[in-house]
């Protein structure tokens, strides 16, 4: 069992930057393969970056590659999305998310994670 808790979200302008947290329980933090989802008003929750349980394989949605970074502290049992060059359609409620299921595939699909955050908001205006 793992709770998360997001931070971070907040208001920014267009081609600025913000850095998401998402602060992991339990001692098995580690153990973990994670993502970061985010939700528009109106659409599907849709998946932006995964990292595996040891930060070695990164994945990333083709619309933020090239901006966004995930990486992943577990000794801090903290997960980190760095967000440079924000677009307003960047605009969304930021959830990140633990699973103990390490194919890559499975990483990108929202039904492949067990345990979710309550999510953090990010505004990007234009």
């Known amino acids: 069992q793992v ?23 339990g001692r098995t933090f580690g ?16 998946f932006v970056a995964a990292i595996s349980w040891s930060g070695g394989s990164t994945y990333f949605a083709d619309s933020v590659k ?15 999305l760095q967000m440079n060059s924000l677009k307003p359609e960047d605009t969304a409620v930021y959830y990140c998310a633990a699973t103990y299921r390490t194919s890559p595939a499975t990483m990108m699909r ?7 955050g309550q999510g953090t908001q990010v505004t990007v205006s234009s």
Do not use: H
Request: charged share 20%; with cysteine; net charge positive.
């Open 3 to 25: 709770q998360l808790v997001e931070s971070g979200g907040g208001l920014v302008q267009a081609g600025g930057s913000l850095r998401l947290s998402c602060a992991a329980s």
């Open 31 to 46: 153990s973990y393969a994670m993502g970061w989802f985010r939700q528009a008003p109106g659409k599907e929750r849709e």
């Open 66 to 80: 090239g901006r966004f970074t995930i990486s992943r502290d577990n000794a801090k049992n903290t997960l980190y």
């Open 110 to 116: 929202r039904y492949g994670y067990d345990y979710w």
